[in-house]
């Protein structure tokens, strides 16, 4: 079993839906969280840090969920350009950051 | 400011070649680390380097090799190039517990 999980999807959701991603994990060392976008052919980039009080940044919003071991990713109002693969990544005690799956989401007008 | 540089972008092997990726970094960071993407798997850690002169295996280490060369490079080593080595390979680097910032990514394809 992997450490970090994630429903691969595809996620289908028309222009202006609101959409959750959750991504489970095993190790409850676990010391800090993040959600990352990449786009097709791209390098990930960090979209957003997850805090314990879970943090707002525009129409995203990230969760953490500590004693069930996940994060979340809310995305409200899709729009087209939100189309990607969502991969959140666990930083462990020893410093290893692991990945999961990722997610696709596909944004349709 | 290039940030994380990978070299070569694209390369097409012989199963028993053996080759070298390269990756450096401007950014002064400690840790670095090597990637591999495939399809449906996401990023599965190769090998991790926390600072100079050391370096830790992560998820999926067999078939290669790594140097942490100083500060800035880190080389991931293929011996004996195998075709389930096909991959996408990213270079990332961090500081502390600061994000990742990722290379552009090496294609490798191994026939």
């Known amino acids: 079993r992997k450490e970090v999980e994630q429903d691969p999807g595809p996620f289908n959701v028309p222009e202006g839906a609101t959409v959750a991603f959750n991504c489970t994990y095993s190790?409850?060392?676990?010391?800090?969280f993040f959600w990352y976008r990449q786009d097709c052919r791209k390098e990930p980039k960090l979209l957003m840090s997850?805090?314990?009080s879970g943090n707002e940044d525009g129409r995203f919003t990230a969760q953490l969920n500590r004693a069930s071991q996940y994060i979340s990713l809310l995305i409200r109002d899709s729009k087209l350009s939100d189309s990607a693969t969502y991969l959140c990544?666990?930083?462990?005690?020893?410093?290893?950051?692991?990945f999961g799956q990722g997610t696709e989401l596909s944004v349709k007008p | 400011n290039a940030g994380v540089t990978q070299t070569p972008k694209f390369q097409v092997l012989k199963t028993g070649q053996s080759m070298t990726l390269q990756c450096a970094q401007d950014?002064?960071?400690?840790?670095m680390y090597w990637y591999r993407q495939d399809p449906g798997m996401g990023l599965r850690l190769i090998y991790y380097?926390?600072?100079?002169?050391?370096?830790d295996k992560g998820e999926v280490p067999n078939g290669y090799n790594v140097s942490r060369l100083n500060k800035r490079e880190f080389s991931l080593r293929l011996e004996s190039a195998a075709p389930s080595q096909t991959s996408v390979y990213f270079c990332?680097?961090?500081?502390?517990?600061?994000?990742?910032?990722f290379g552009a990514g090496s294609r490798l394809t191994v026939l």
């Open positions: 997850v805090y314990s």
């Open positions: 990332a680097s961090s500081e502390g517990v600061w994000v990742l910032t």
């Open positions: 990544a666990v930083k462990n005690q020893g410093g290893k950051l692991i």
């Open positions: 380097s926390a600072s100079e002169g050391t370096t």
């Open positions: 190790n409850s060392a676990s010391q800090s």
């Open positions: 950014m002064n960071h400690n840790s």
